[in-house]
Structure formats: structure tokens, C-alpha cells
């Protein structure tokens, strides 16, 4: 089974999912995969994010399922007894990182400065997501801070969109994106799973067009 993490980085994408209620997941599950995105980030940021892993999972195995917004190793207990195959975490909690690491569960914490990085490559973890990407800054902060790390691969979320998705997925370092803009609350509360699927196929194109060295600025 290919790693979880390489696996994010293949897709390019990792749509960050925030449920209102687990059955929520079952559609949107299948949107994503219509849309050909067979992955995706479940947020702790509610109480449905365990159950909605869960069901995820047992409804949809070809999904690549990971727990967003982990900020203690219970919350990563949990996600992982649900089923969850990779954990992100919004920054460097250290008791989060050490769980997932003495669990050989893949994890990608957040960094957003140099001695975050330092310590997040202290643990062994080079690839990281960079968040909240935009607002600290966004392509030139992750370029100045890239340029002290060279083999360090980030995953910029926070603002992304597909208006500027494509600049950011042709930087070197940039390992994948994260979003909501393809899975946004509203839409999933709303029931436009029409939508969601014609955004995330735009997505999936995108990549597939920057990756081959056509992608617009
Ligand atoms: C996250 O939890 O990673 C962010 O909320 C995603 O940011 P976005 O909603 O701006 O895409």
C-alpha cells in the first residue's frame, strides 16, 4: 500500500472537510470521488469529525481518509480508531507529533515560522503544511522560508482557491495543496454536490496541467 502521505502528494490536493453531521460524509464521499479525488482531510474542527471519519471509511475504502485540525493525541487516538490513515494538525503541538510517530501514524503538523520548521525537522518530518498560508503571506513567504530549508516539501492551506491554486503548485517545494474551496461548508450543508464535483474535477485538472508544465499563473 502506497504511504498515505506520498499518496497526498500524488493527488496534488487534500480537500479540508469540516461535517455537520457524519452522514453528511456519504455523499460527499461520493462527489469527490466523481469528481476524482479520492481523498480527503475530515476536520476535528466539530464533533462529527470521529463518526464522519468512521463512516467515511467503512462506506467508501477506496477514499484515502485523514483527521484535520488534531490538536491533542487524544483527538489522534480517536481519528485513528475511526479509521483515519493520516493526521494534520494546524501547528507543531509536540505531544501530538510524538503519539503519531509512536503510533507509526503519518502526520503532517502545521508550521507558519523558521523554528517551527526546525522542530518539526527535529522530529524526522519534512513535509509540512504551511498555514494559514495566505494570510502570513502567502508564495513569497513560503519562497523566502523554503530558501533556509533545502528538501523541506510543504503543503500550503489556508486561503487557497482555484484562482490561485496553480501558482502554488508550481513551486518547487510545494508538496500539495489544501483546501475547502472545493468542499466548502456551505455547499455540503446546501446539498451542491453537482458543484462540488464540477470544483473538484477543475481541481484535479489543474494539477494534472501544472504537473505536465501547462499550468496558467
Ligand atoms: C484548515 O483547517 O486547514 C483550513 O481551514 C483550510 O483553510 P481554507 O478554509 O481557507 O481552505
Not at 481519528?79 to 494546524?90: K, T, W
Not at 501547528?91 to 510524538?98: A, L, P
Not at 503510533?103 to 498555514?131: C, D, Q, R, W, Y
Request: aromatic share 6%; hydrophobic share 50%.
Amino acid at each position: 500500500m502506497t504511504n498515505p502521505i506520498a499518496r497526498l502528494g500524488e493527488l496534488g490536493i487534500i480537500p479540508v472537510v469540516r461535517l455537520e453531521d457524519p452522514t453528511q460524509g456519504d455523499r460527499l464521499a461520493e462527489a469527490l470521488l466523481a469528481g476524482g479525488l479520492p481523498c480527503a482531510e475530515i476536520t476535528f474542527r466539530t464533533a462529527a469529525a470521529g463518526e464522519g471519519i468512521r463512516r467515511m471509511c467503512a462506506r467508501s475504502p477506496e477514499m484515502l481518509v485523514g483527521a484535520g485540525t488534531v490538536v491533542t493525541p487524544e483527538q489522534a487516538q480517536q481519528a485513528v480508531d475511526a479509521g483515519a490513515r493520516f493526521i494534520v494538525s494546524p501547528g507543531f503541538d509536540r505531544r501530538v507529533v510524538e503519539w503519531c510517530l509512536g503510533h507509526a501514524m503519518p502526520v503532517m503538523p502545521g508550521v507558519a515560522t523558521p523554528t517551527e520548521i526546525l522542530m518539526a525537522l527535529e522530529s524526522g518530518l519534512n513535509v509540512l503544511k504551511f498555514f494559514p498560508a495566505e494570510a502570513l503571506g502567502g508564495k513569497e513567504m513560503l519562497a523566502a522560508l523554503a530558501a533556509a530549508f533545502v528538501g523541506v516539501k510543504f503543503v500550503p492551506t489556508g486561503g487557497i482557491t482555484a484562482a490561485n491554486a496553480a501558482a502554488y503548485l508550481k513551486l518547487p517545494m510545494v508538496f500539495a495543496l489544501g483546501g475547502s474551496w472545493l468542499v466548502a461548508p456551505k455547499l455540503i450543508a446546501g446539498g451542491a454536490f453537482d458543484e462540488i464535483v464540477r470544483l473538484t474535477a477543475e481541481a484535479v485538472a489543474l494539477v494534472a496541467q501544472v504537473r505536465s508544465g501547462g499550468g496558467k499563473t
